[in-house]
Every structure is written in structure tokens, then in C-alpha cells.
């Protein structure tokens, strides 16, 4: 996530604070808990924007399972730390001021990934997702940024934020879900999966994926 590195080496670059962000979940005694920066947007940019998929774009890959031929699944896949995934080679540096126990006494950290917090988190997670998916021979709508089609796989997705919904034949959402980054998959936790009956017009839940590869 980053490397500790000499306080001399941040002068002229922003500095951020950090936090931990606890939040006990409903109904349990399960605190979770994540590590975010505090990166004040002080003006207004342009290079920071990651749009939201309008409802059209949803109702898209709905429409696209319940009016298929034969009945296809649809999946919400929850992506565990997203934008983790997103590199900031090339970016400005940024550097954070270390809680005490987080690293060396006296050091600072030197973010090598999107924290969450960082004004461009949002923007970098959503390029880093478009570069994975075309690289697997995926295409991105030229109307909406957030929806993908895999013309070989018959998949096809919207993304908002780190929540992603598809449909398609099982063995291209299988694929789908396996696509590699990094030492792991990118969709790593499949949270929901629905089969749409036409012939009833109502739907049933049926659980965990069975072919999670790595849950979250």
C-alpha cells in the first residue's frame, strides 16, 4: 500500500493525514474496519470524476437476462478493497502521515495505490477495472464508461463504484469472474445470484456462487 520513506522526501508534494475508520455491523459483534486518507478537495477538478451508471444502464443488463433465450443467472459481484487494485505509477505523490504502530518512528508513507480518501481513488479504480477487462478482449460502451460487453464470453456488466452487475451463459461468467489481476482475481467475492424465470415472472435467490475462486 505504500513505503515509509525520509519526511525530506516529501517537501513540495501533498501530504495527507489518515485514519482508522471502524463500523460495527447490524446484528453482529463485528467491527470492520478500513484505513482511509483524509485528501481535502480545496478546488474544484476535472481529472477526479468517476460517474455513477445511470438506471438505464442496470436496467440494460437485467433486460439482457430476462429476455434471453434460456434462462440466464444474474450476478452482484462485491469487490473487496477495490481501489487497492489501482496503481499510482504516474501519479503526483502523495504521502501520508503515519498513525503510530502503522511504520517506522519518524517516517512517512508514500502511497503505491489508490487509498481510499485520495481525490483520484475513485477515477484510477474504474480505469484500472476498464484496462483489465479490455485486456481480456472485453469492450466499454462508448455511451456509458460504466458498462462492458465480452463479445466471446456473451457477458455483459455495469460497474458502480466497487459493485459490479452481470448476466450471461455460466461459462462466461465463470471467466468473467476469473479474470487475473495482480496474484489474485479482481472479482473476488460473488455475493448474490439470481435466475430469472419468464415462464413464472418471478425471480429465486439461490446463494453463494458455487465457483467463488477466492471469497472474500
Given amino acids: 500500500i505504500r513505503d515509509s520513506v525520509d519526511p525530506a522526501e516529501s517537501r513540495g508534494h501533498k501530504t495527507v493525514r489518515c ?15 478500513r484505513f482511509v486518507a483524509m485528501e481535502i478537495a480545496w478546488d474544484a477538478r476535472g481529472d477526479t470524476h468517476a460517474g455513477t451508471p445511470p438506471l438505464a444502464a442496470v436496467r440494460l443488463v437485467i433486460s439482457e437476462a430476462a429476455t434471453a433465450e434460456e434462462l440466464l443467472p444474474l450476478v ?15 501519479e503526483e505523490p502523495i504521502f501520508r502521515s503515519l498513525p503510530e504502530g502503522m511504520g ?8 503505491c495505490v489508490a487509498l481510499y480518501g485520495t481525490r483520484r481513488a475513485s477515477f484510477l479504480w474504474g480505469e484500472t477495472f476498464y484496462g483489465v477487462i479490455v485486456k481480456a478482449g472485453g469492450n466499454r460502451a462508448k ?11 456473451g457477458t455483459k456488466s455495469a460497474i458502480h463504484g ?20 495482480g496474484d489474485g482475481t479482481m472479482l473476488d467475492n460473488t ?21 467463488v475462486l477466492f471469497p472474500g
Fill in 19 to 33: 485514519r482508522w475508520v471502524d463500523r460495527l455491523l447490524p446484528g453482529t459483534e463485528t467491527v470492520k474496519s
Fill in 76 to 90: 452482484i459481484h462485491d469487490m473487496t478493497c477495490a481501489f487497492l487494485h489501482s496503481s499510482m505509477e504516474g
Fill in 104 to 111: 517506522p518512528k519518524g517516517k512517512k508513507g508514500k502511497l
Fill in 143 to 153: 455511451v456509458c464508461n460504466q458498462v462492458f460487453e465480452h463479445p466471446d464470453w
Fill in 162 to 181: 466497487d459493485d459490479l452487475i452481470s448476466t450471461g451463459p455460466v461459462s462466461g461468467l465463470k471467466k468473467l469472474e476469473a479474470v487475473p489481476e
Fill in 191 to 211: 455475493v448474490i445470484v439470481y435466475l430469472l424465470d419468464s415462464a413464472e415472472g418471478h425471480h429465486s435467490r439461490c446463494g453463494q456462487w458455487p465457483f
